[in-house]
């Protein structure tokens, strides 16, 4: 039995028609850079006032590519994340 259950699954049989990301001036989408566990555990404790830590709760397990962890960035600094 796999320990490892997703939170979340989500299923789209192509990727071919997603549409443009467009985002309002002064913001970005990057992926997981050294360094960014800070933010990330800031974004998370903000948004659902519980406190996660990225290296035990993300970085830390097998699954883990920093490619599938995402940040809305404004003005270069993380606002949001996202992980798949």
């Known amino acids: 039995?796999?320990?490892?259950?997703p939170q979340?699954?989500?299923f789209l049989s192509s990727l071919s028609d997603?549409?443009?990301?467009?985002?309002?001036?002064?913001?970005?989408v990057r992926?997981?850079?050294?360094?960014d566990d800070a933010a990330w555990n800031w974004i998370i404790k903000e948004s659902f006032q519980k406190e996660y830590d990225f290296v035990?709760?993300?970085s830390g397990k097998d699954p883990?590519?920093?490619?599938?962890?995402?940040?809305?960035c404004h003005?270069?600094?993380p606002v949001a994340t996202a992980c798949a």
């Not at 883990?64 to 809305?72: A, D, G, I, Q, T």
């Open 1 to 5: 039995m796999n320990a490892y259950s």
């Open 8 to 10: 979340l699954v989500m």
């Open 18 to 28: 997603l549409p443009q990301l467009q985002l309002h001036s002064g913001y970005s």
């Open 31 to 35: 992926s997981y850079q050294p360094g």
């Open 56 to 58: 035990k709760d993300i």
């Open 64 to 72: 883990f590519k920093p490619e599938r962890v995402l940040f809305v």
């Open 75 to 77: 003005d270069c600094r």
